[in-house]
Nanobody, 117 residues
């Protein structure tokens, strides 16, 4: 069974920082394209960031320069360091994984991030 479990969500003030982690089991995250998506209240799920098995990263324009995605291969985890948080960043953040040679996308259950003053 593949499991993705997000952690690190919570509340922060505008301009603050949070670090999200995605712990994986049943897959090798280093052989997967890992991603973060978010869904704000009343909105569709949107792309935030991805990191490929070769280490290349992509970011949504809305978070570029503020968020950093990284992986810890030894721990089979993927992180999202979020800085300069904005109220519009309030959302449930989901971890995703697409293993190499697998078409299916796996999802975690999400972790709530709330940015408000």
């Amino acid at each position: 069974q593949v499991q993705l479990v997000e952690s690190g969500g919570g509340s922060a003030q505008p301009g603050g920082s949070l670090r999200l982690s995605c712990a994986t089991s049943g897959i090798d995250s280093s052989l997967s394209t890992m991603g973060w998506y978010r869904q704000a209240p009343g909105k569709q799920r949107e792309f935030v960031a991805t990191i490929t098995s070769s280490g290349h990263t992509n970011y949504a324009n809305s978070v570029k320069g503020r968020f950093t995605i990284s992986r810890d291969a030894a721990k089979n985890t993927v992180n999202l360091q979020m800085t300069l948080l904005k109220p519009e960043g309030t959302a449930v953040y989901y971890c995703s994984a697409i293993p190499i040679h697998v078409s299916e996308t796996y999802w975690g259950q999400g972790t709530q991030v709330t940015v408000s003053s």
